[in-house]
């Protein structure tokens, strides 16, 4: 299993999108050095990394899957 950090794919779902990193901040109102530093971090809440998925024209999605099929998102 490989393991990726927020950050990562952030910047990978941007790439895809076509935009960079700076403008997905801008877009949701950060400045670039507080957009920097909140990436670098981490820490976002499940409602800003959901409007940086409406921001990307796609759909955040996290949660739990067990082994008996039940779900949590």
């Known amino acids: 299993m490989i393991n990726t950090t927020i950050k990562q794919k952030v910047e990978s779902a941007c790439a895809m999108a076509g935009?960079?990193?700076t403008e997905l901040?801008?877009?949701?109102?950060?400045s670039q050095s507080a957009f920097s530093q909140r990436l670098k971090r981490g820490k976002f809440t499940q409602e800003e990394l959901e409007q940086f998925a409406e921001q990307l024209g796609a759909k955040y999605?996290?949660?739990?899957?067990?082994s008996n099929g039940?779900?949590?998102e």
């Open 19 to 21: 935009i960079t990193v």
């Open 25 to 30: 901040g801008r877009r949701c109102g950060y």
């Open 61 to 66: 999605f996290s949660g739990f899957e067990f």
């Open 70 to 72: 039940c779900r949590v």
